[in-house]
Nanobody, 121 residues
Framework: QVQLVESGGGLVQAGGSLRLSCAAS????????MGWFRQAPGKEREFVAA????????SYADSVKGRFTISRDNAKNTVYLQMNSLKPEDTAVYYC??????WGKGKYDYWGQGTQVTVSS
């Protein structure tokens, strides 16, 4: 069973930065593509970013390109989401997710509990 635990959310002013972390356990971390998703109140969950198991490939939603950076440290079993130039519309619960032997925007097998990010204007 794969366990994912997010941390690093909080309240920040527009233009500020936050770094989310997702610690994984219960599997060979490098075998899993990792993704970040978010869900704002009243909206469907949406893709934010994804990274391959090796960390050598990644993709982003158009809404966060140039502002967010996804990375991973396979030695620490952790994936990160560095969020800069935050906007009020980035306010959401952010979830990390894992999928075995692939990566990208598709279906993910395991999900964390989420961490709240609130950006004030």
């Amino acid at each position: 069973q794969v366990q994912l635990v997010e941390s690093g959310g909080g309240l920040v002013q527009a233009g500020g930065s936050l770094r989310l972390s997702c610690a994984a356990s219960g599997h060979t971390f490098s075998n899993y593509g990792m993704g970040w998703f978010r869900q704002a109140p009243g909206k469907e969950r949406e893709f934010v970013a994804a990274i391959s198991g090796s960390g050598g490939s990644w993709s982003y939603a158009d809404s966060v390109k140039g502002r967010f950076t996804i990375s991973r440290d396979n030695a620490k079993n952790t994936v990160y989401l560095q969020m800069n130039s935050l906007k009020p519309e980035d306010t959401a619960v952010y979830y990390c997710a894992a999928v075995l032997m692939r990566w990208g925007k598709g279906k993910y097998d395991y999900w964390g509990q989420g961490t709240q990010v609130t950006v004030s204007s």
